[in-house]
């Protein structure tokens, strides 16, 4: 059963940056897809950044391209997002999700973690 527990959410001011972490457990990264999901109040669901953790392209939404950055520790089944130069547009619960890279470029993969909230003022 796959697991996956995000951290590194908080409130910062435009124009900081923070790292979300994603760690994956009951799977081992390298053969999944995983995706960077959020979603703001009153607003759908975005699919921000997603990579073939067995080392393929990775993905950014454009509103994010060029300030956020995926990268993965294998040895620790963990994935992040480091996110630069944020704006208060950014704001948003942000969730990791692992499946196919089918599903998680169709923004519906099957294995969600909870999330992680950031705020940007």
């Known amino acids: 059963h796959v697991q996956l527990v995000e951290s590194g959410g908080g409130s910062i001011q435009a124009g900081g940056s923070l790292r979300l972490a994603c760690a994956v457990s009951?799977?081992?990264?390298?053969?999944?897809?995983v995706g960077w999901f959020r979603q703001a109040p009153g607003k759908g669901r975005e699919g921000v950044a997603s990579?073939?953790?067995?080392?393929?392209?990775?993905y950014y939404a454009d509103s994010v391209k060029g300030r956020f950055t995926f990268s993965q520790d294998n040895a620790k089944n963990t994935l992040y997002l480091q996110m630069n130069s944020l704006k208060p547009e950014d704001t948003a619960r942000y969730v990791c999700?692992?499946?196919?890279?089918?599903?998680?470029?169709?923004?519906?993969?099957?294995?969600w973690g909870q999330g992680t909230q950031v705020t940007v003022s």
């Open positions: 009951g799977d081992t990264i390298g053969t999944r897809c």
């Open positions: 990579v073939y953790t067995g080392a393929g392209p990775t």
């Open positions: 999700a692992a499946d196919s890279c089918a599903e998680v470029q169709a923004g519906a993969p099957k294995h």
